[in-house]
């Protein structure tokens, strides 16, 4: 079968596809694709609205589908999908990119990609294509990509950009500002929103250099995915540096889409978050913990990033990812989640959902405990600071809406109530944490909502619905009652 490019057309014909491209929003492929199936169906005239609506300021929902001009795969995007621009950078990690294009399309997302000149040194063009179901962008001055779509069209005509694997050299350009290629030029452009999955070596990655630019870049906006501790490609080299999964770069990818595709009732608010346990030294081997997994003020997290919210998380060690789209702050005692929760204030709300431990070791040794024949030598243990306490009966700087957890294996609503008043806070979820509720670690649970005004049992749920439904809730609170 003969195939034509837009470059063939001849330039009245290629004036006048531009312009009516334009003004439905499409892409000049999409526009011919459209006349054609138009023609096929023998209406000859302007495509109905119905078919393939413009793109209007806030409608967000349906939105025309990337060019496919001869899609190769069996999944190809439908005119309503939603569209990721996947720009994949030269690292080791650039092949579970490829991966990642699957991914998004499973979401029912259409994917674009452009490849920088060191990802092709990883992945082909040819590859990513065959995968993405289209032309792949490696150029800025290539003259064909440039005609037909140009990287202020790439930039615009998109839902959300995905830099994966984001290497430190990519991440110091965004943070830079530059363009000098085609990725860079197109980061700098677009006025979507940018979810990036680092992927480097641990060094480069703890590097002043990288974090200095991480935070430039969430300060700029920028989401962040991953990266993840783990081994590295390099032999013998292990630490935090490895790209997220697929599987998590694609469902952030999801929430992120979700989010701006709805309102986003927190934007503007900033919000605390406490997670996990705390771990109290007992020696520098040993530890007091507690079996919080942090599921449950993680999923809080993401969903109040998700709305809108400017979210700071202070976690205890957990063996979670940290949420897409929030500041983590990773602790390990009371005392250093208290001192960063302090420094992440002045926030509207703040949600304590760590469970803390009430009590330090008083005599914790900077050496190993050896075994003597003495036995084991008396613990003694001193009560660490209640944070929540501590930062409800703030005079100066309190959040508007303090939220506490109650964590109990008997008397649930009433030890809620004592918490409540105890420890000066506006909400206590109460929730029972006895080994039979599966609670602690699990992925459900049974929460209530303990008022001054009353309790409100919530139906069992899984931590994300319990997660969602507190922020929706969390919001209406803060914009009944704006500051
Ligand atoms: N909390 C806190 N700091 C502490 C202890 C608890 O911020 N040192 C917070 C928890 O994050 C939770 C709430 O207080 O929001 C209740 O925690 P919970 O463990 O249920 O209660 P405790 O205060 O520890 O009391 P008890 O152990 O007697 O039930």
């Known amino acids: 079968m003969a195939s034509l490019t837009v ?21 000049m492929e999409d526009e011919i694709r459209t006349i054609l199936g138009q023609a096929a169906q023998g209406s000859g005239r302007d495509p109905p609205e119905a078919i393939d609506p413009p793109a209007r300021a806030g409608a967000q929902a349906v939105r025309p589908s990337f060019a496919t001009p001869e899609p190769s795969r069996e999944r190809p995007a439908t005119s309503s999908a939603r569209r ?24 029912g997302i259409a994917v674009r990609c452009i490849l920088t000149k060191a990802a092709q040194e990883f992945v082909t063009p040819l590859a990513a294509g065959a ?9 800025l001055f290539d003259p064909k990509s440039e005609f037909d779509v140009g990287h202020i069209r790439l930039a615009r005509d998109t839902d959300l950009v995905v830099v994966a694997p984001a290497t430190a050299d990519l991440m110091a350009k965004m943070a830079g500002g530059h363009a000098d290629d085609l990725a860079s030029a197109v980061l700098l452009a677009t006025d979507q929103p940018i979810l990036i999955a680092p992927a480097m070596n641990p060094m480069m990655w703890s590097h002043k250099a990288t974090q200095r630019n991480l935070a430039r870049l969430l300060d700029d906006g920028v989401i962040t995915v991953g990266p993840d501790a783990g081994e590295m490609a390099e032999r013998g080299e292990a630490g935090t540096g490895r790209m997220a999964e697929p599987t998590a770069i694609a469902a952030a990818a999801v929430t992120l889409l979700d989010a701006t595709a709805g309102q986003r009732p927190l934007a503007g608010k900033r919000i605390v978050i406490t997670s996990g346990p705390t771990h109290e030294p007992i020696d520098p081997v040993r530890y007091i913990a507690n079996r919080s997994s942090g599921k449950q003020g993680h999923a809080i997290a993401a969903a109040a990033a998700a709305a809108g919210a400017d979210v700071t998380l202070v976690s205890g060690p957990v063996n979670l990812a940290d949420p897409p789209g929030v500041r983590t702050v990773k602790v390990e005692s009371a005392r250093q989640m208290l001192d960063a929760v302090e420094k992440a204030l002045p926030a509207d709300c703040a949600i304590f959902a760590a469970a803390v431990a009430d009590w330090r070791v008083a005599n914790a040794t900077s050496e190993k405990i050896k075994k003597t024949k003495a036995g084991m030598p008396p613990l003694s243990l001193v009560e660490n600071p209640d944070i929540l306490a501590t930062i409800a009966h703030r005079k100066l700087g309190r959040p508007r ?22 420890k000066g806070c506006d909400w206590i979820i109460a929730n029972d944490v006895s080994s039979e509720s599966g609670v602690m670690g699990g992925d459900s649970n049974k929460v209530h909502i303990v008022t001054a005004s009353g309790v409100e049992d919530w139906p069992p749920q899984s931590k994300d619905g319990v997660a969602r439904a507190l922020v929706g809730r969390i919001a209406a609170a803060l914009v009944k009652e704006p500051s």
């Open 7 to 27: 470059r063939q057309l001849d330039e009245k014909v290629k004036k006048l596809l531009r312009l009516r491209a334009a003004r439905h929003g499409r892409s």
């Open 84 to 107: 990721v621009l996947l720009i994949i950078g030269g690292g080791i990690a650039a092949y579970k990119s490829l991966d990642l294009i699957r991914r998004l399309q499973d979401h």
């Open 131 to 139: 995968l993405a179901g289209g032309h792949v962008h490696t150029d």
């Open 401 to 422: 809406l303090v939220v506490g957890f109650a964590a109990e294996t008997e008397n649930l609503i009433a030890n809620a109530k004592d918490k409540l008043e105890r």
